[in-house]
């Protein structure tokens, strides 16, 4: 199991938010590029780069310090929060991103995202899975819908998505654990999916299990913010 550290973004700051609630906001740093090189001088390969503006408005908002970490680490960044569009789309990926975290449009608007997948390959994608009590919710966790989660991969499964990332919101910042039992259920039902875990993880415990369930990776935000977990801990990953 590989480990994806996160750095979610307002303003240009990193930030984490608890629930998905912007009105729980902790800023840890002005400085999201000294962060990514942190992340990079351990040797973690990945990042996940969360646009919190972009997923509020409904339009990419940060794709400057997309551009600023991008050019300046070797970091495998997928870029998410407000790709509405194409238009959005080519600015995540013109700006450095490896692939583009989508979930909202993938929901919303079904025949433009397996456009997307046509047009520019379904592994260019990080498909989000956000869901509460099983069921998907959008828009930075802000509407619910009825979509089953194990319909929503079955789904795009069968259209190419080979890699999704499942948050289960009433687990997000919490650092409370990870949602272990639904992570092995839909784990169990899609074994060929490059499944990645997300939300919840708050010790190099939490990892393990993830690990042992068959996660082929985890993001990992709030427990190394909160010095949880330690990046010196984290290299029995690499």
Not at 11 to 28: A, I, N, P
Not at 51 to 72: C, Y
Not at 209 to 227: F, M, R, S, T
Request: with cysteine.
């Amino acid at each position: 199991m590989i480990i994806i550290p996160a750095i979610d973004l307002i303003d240009g700051k990193c930030v984490r938010l608890t629930q998905g609630d912007y009105s729980q906001k902790k800023e840890y740093s002005k400085h999201p590029l000294e962060i990514a090189k942190r992340f990079e001088d351990t040797g973690l390969q990945r990042l996940h780069l969360v646009d919190l503006d972009g997923a509020k408005e409904k339009k990419v908002k940060n794709w400057k310090v997309l551009e600023t970490i991008a050019s300046k680490t070797s970091l495998v960044i997928d870029f998410g929060g407000g790709i509405a569009t194409e238009k959005d789309l080519r600015i995540v990926f013109d700006s450095g991103a490896a692939l583009a975290t989508v979930g909202s449009i993938a929901v919303k608007n079904e025949s433009e995202f397996i456009k997307w997948l046509l047009t520019f390959g379904p592994n260019r994608f990080l498909l989000g899975a956000d869901v509460k009590d099983k069921m998907i919710v959008i828009h930075g966790w802000m509407e619910a819908t009825e979509n089953p989660v194990f319909d929503f991969i079955e789904k795009y499964f069968a259209n190419g998505v080979e890699q999704i990332f499942c948050t289960d919101v009433s687990k997000d910042g919490k650092l409370e654990g990870p949602s272990v039992n639904l992570y092995r259920e839909i784990i169990e039902r899609f074994p060929d999916l490059y499944f990645i875990a997300s939300g919840g993880v708050a010790s190099l415990h939490d990892l393990h299990a993830l690990d042992e369930i068959g996660c082929k990776a985890a993001i990992v935000g709030k427990a190394l913010y909160e010095n949880r977990i330690s990046l010196t801990e984290l290299k029995e990953f690499l």
